[in-house]
Each structure stands twice: as structure tokens, then as C-alpha cells.
């Protein structure tokens, strides 16, 4: 149990669906993120909430809208996603935004856009 | 802007055998600097941290030390076993002076210990 839980764990989605990605955490953290880990890319991070407001979009395409309803919950809604799209995407959450006691990260949804 | 380089991997050892892998960052100020471990399959562990120069982060027989002179937080382990088979990433984070704060990773190196 990692404190961070994201579900669902494997996902398989065509082109043409829309899904949500959900994160969870009871750990008292005020500040949560989204990560795409891609093969032979780095980690890129997507979005940054703090107290439910979004501080940063780092240029990611429309087809995915994140959506913050409360401290503890966060979710990534997909639609008309492309086979490049698919990757493991990971939530995070901290105390506070760069805090120096690190991130803790759930396990991520695998994603396939077929 | 502020990076994080690491060594390329693969790195692939003998059981037993001692581990370095290097980091180095550019990042104005001071940055707190991480070390974060992903097993097959998995998110990402933190596996041990240091917020200021000269800081020693360990844990799980894993050691780095912050070296503000030469901007590095190498990791090291004495006696790897099969079971530190993972994807290891260097990252710093800091927050001031209207900083967001994100979590800056390095590529990441994939570490296979051999029985």
C-alpha cells in the first residue's frame, strides 16, 4: 500500500472512447500530479493541482482534461487518444507543492490506445 | 533550466557486487535531491532523500551524498542483490521565489543484478 491508489491499473481504450483515470489519496496532501511515463522518454509531467487549483498545464494536448473535486481525488479524462498516447501514467501527491519530503506515486494505469 | 543528468544504463551486475550510479543536477539555489526506485510493473518508490549539502540520504543498504561542490548525488550499495533489479531515478524539487516546486527527473537507469 503505497497511500497513493489509481485505478484502474490496466486500461485498453480505441480511439474513439472516453475514459477517466482515477487517483486517490489519504495521506493529508495538499498538492497531487500527473505523470506519463513513455518508453525511452523521460518522465514528463502533465498537470500540477494545489488545494484543488491547477498551478501548471505543461502544454499537454486537449484530449486529456484533468479534473481536481477535492484534496484527496484526482482524475484524467481521455478522449479521442492516439496510439502515441499510450504509456503508464502515474499520479502523485505531496505535502506541499516541492516539498523536500518527497512525492509518493501509485502504481499508474497502463494505458493502450489501440 | 534546472536538469538532472544520469549515467545511461543498462548496468548489469553480479550479485554481491557494488553498485555506483552517477547524477548530476544544475538547478539555481538549493534543491532538495531524491532518489526514487521502480520495480517491474510498478510506481515509483522514494528510496532516500537529502535536503542540504552534504546530506547523506540512505536507506535499504542504499547511500548518496549531497555534494554541492561538484553538483552530485551519485547512489551506492555496497552488495546488490537480485532483488535491487529496478529502474532507478535521480530527481530534485525545490520551492522558492515563486518556484512551482515540480519534481525534475533524470532518464532514469535500469539496473539487472545477476544470481
Known amino acids: 500500500e503505497t497511500g497513493v491508489t489509481q485505478t484502474p491499473r490496466h486500461l485498453v481504450m480505441g480511439m474513439t472512447n472516453k475514459k477517466s483515470l482515477k487517483c486517490e489519496q489519504h495521506?493529508?496532501?495538499?498538492?497531487m500530479y500527473w505523470y506519463k511515463q513513455s518508453a525511452k522518454k523521460p518522465l514528463e509531467l502533465m498537470f500540477v493541482y494545489n488545494f484543488k487549483e491547477q498551478t501548471e498545464n505543461n502544454s499537454v494536448p486537449s484530449r486529456f482534461s484533468p479534473e481536481c473535486p477535492n484534496s484527496s481525488h484526482l482524475f484524467l479524462h481521455l478522449h479521442t487518444l492516439q496510439p502515441e498516447d499510450s504509456a503508464l501514467y502515474l499520479c502523485?501527491?505531496?505535502?506541499?507543492?516541492?516539498?523536500?519530503?518527497?512525492?509518493?506515486f501509485g502504481s499508474g494505469t497502463r494505458l493502450t490506445v489501440v | 533550466g534546472d536538469s538532472v543528468t544520469q549515467m545511461e544504463g543498462p548496468v548489469t551486475l553480479s550479485e554481491e557486487a557494488f553498485l555506483t550510479i552517477n547524477c548530476t543536477y544544475t538547478a539555481t539555489g538549493y534543491p532538495s535531491l531524491f532518489w526514487y526506485v521502480q520495480y517491474p510493473g510498478e510506481g515509483l518508490q522514494l528510496l532516500l532523500k537529502a535536503t542540504k549539502a552534504d546530506d547523506k540520504g540512505s536507506n535499504k543498504g542504499f547511500e548518496a551524498t549531497y555534494r554541492k561542490e561538484t553538483t552530485s548525488f551519485h547512489l551506492e550499495k555496497g552488495s546488490v542483490q537480485v532483488s535491487d533489479s529496478a529502474v532507478y531515478f535521480c530527481a530534485l524539487t525545490k520551492n522558492y521565489g515563486g518556484s512551482q516546486g515540480n519534481l525534475i527527473f533524470g532518464k532514469g537507469t535500469k539496473l539487472s543484478v545477476k544470481p
Open positions: 495521506l493529508g496532501h495538499n498538492a
Open positions: 502523485a501527491s505531496s505535502q506541499d507543492l516541492g516539498s523536500s519530503r518527497g512525492y509518493t
